[in-house]
T-cell receptor, first 115, second 114 residues
Framework: GESVGLHLPTLSVQEGDNSIINCAYS??????FIWYKQESGKGPQFIID?????DKRQGQRVTVLLNKTVKHLSLQIAATQPGDSAVYFC??????????????FGSGTRLQVQP | EADIYQTPRYLVIGTGKKITLECSQT?????MYWYQQDPGMELHLIHY???????EKGDLSSESTVSRIRTEHFPLTLESARPSHTSQYLC?????????????FGPGTRLLVL
C-alpha cells in the first residue's frame, strides 16, 4: 500500500552543524506534508508543514524542501543544538475524502547532537 | 502549545484488567485520533473520530474500543488487558493551522501489562 518512509534511522551531528533529515513518500496524490519532533517521553510536536503547491518553506532554523518529481521530502535544521536531539517523523495527508483524511507517518529518524 | 491532555501518563496493570485511557482537548476540534507507538518505532493509527457519535478503526487492528459522546473527550478502553497491549498510546486532535488541518498530540500514556 501507500507508505511514507525515512532513509536513515539515526543521524549523528556535531553541535553547530546543519542537519538534513530525509523522507520518501509513495503516494503521489498526497498534497500536504508535516514534520514532527518527538522528544523522549513526549508526544510528537508540530515543527513545520508544506503543501504540494510549494517546494520550499522556511521556519525558525528549519527549512522543509519538497521534491514532487522524486517524491522526496527533507527537513533541514540550521546550527543544530543539543535541544534538537529527538526523533523526527514526516507525515503525509493520507488518501480519502478531504474531510476525513488521517495522517500517514514514516518510521522516524533519531537525531543525536554531539557537543 | 496544543491543549490536549492524556491520563494517566503511566500505567502498570495486571493481565485481564479493564482499563480506560483518557484523552481530552479544549480546542473544540471535531476530529480526534488514537495512535499506538512502540519505543523508537512509527506511529500506527488505531482509531479516529470525525465528531460526536462517529468512530472508525484505523490502519492497525486493535482490540481496544473508543467512544465519542462529547466533542472534547475521546476515551480508549481495553476490556481485558494483555502483555501484547504494552505500548505507548498517543491521542491527537486536528484543527485548522493556516489553511490546512494539522494534528496536535497529547503527551501519551505508557502502558505496561504484566
Amino acid at each position: 500500500g501507500e507508505s511514507v518512509g525515512l532513509h536513515l534511522p539515526t543521524l549523528s551531528v556535531q553541535e553547530g552543524d546543519n542537519s538534513i533529515i530525509n523522507c520518501a513518500y509513495s503516494n503521489s496524490a498526497s498534497d500536504y506534508f508535516i514534520w514532527y519532533k518527538q522528544e523522549s517521553g513526549k508526544g510528537p510536536q508540530f515543527i513545520i508543514d508544506i503543501r504540494s503547491n510549494m517546494d520550499k518553506r522556511q521556519g525558525q532554523r528549519v527549512t522543509v524542501l519538497l521534491n514532487k518529481t522524486v517524491k522526496h521530502l527533507s527537513l533541514q535544521i540550521a546550527a543544530t543544538q543539543p535541544g534538537d536531539s529527538a526523533v523526527y517523523f514526516c507525515a503525509e495527508n493520507g488518501p480519502g475524502d478531504t474531510g476525513r483524511r488521517a495522517l500517514t507517518f514514516g518510521s522516524g529518524t533519531r537525531l543525536q547532537v554531539q557537543p | 502549545e496544543a491543549d490536549i491532555y492524556q491520563t494517566p501518563r503511566y500505567l502498570v496493570i495486571g493481565t485481564g484488567k479493564k482499563i480506560t485511557l483518557e484523552c481530552s482537548q479544549t480546542m473544540g476540534h471535531d476530529k480526534m485520533y488514537w495512535y499506538q507507538q512502540d519505543p523508537g518505532m512509527e506511529l500506527h493509527l488505531i482509531h479516529y473520530s470525525y465528531g460526536v457519535n462517529s468512530t472508525e478503526k484505523g490502519d492497525l487492528s486493535s482490540e481496544s474500543t473508543v467512544s465519542r459522546i462529547r466533542t472534547e473527550h475521546f476515551p480508549l478502553t481495553l476490556e481485558s488487558a494483555r502483555p501484547s497491549h504494552t505500548s505507548q498510546y498517543l491521542c491527537a486532535s486536528s484543527g485548522i493551522w493556516g489553511r490546512q488541518e494539522t494534528q496536535y498530540f497529547g503527551p501519551g500514556t505508557r502502558l505496561l501489562v504484566l
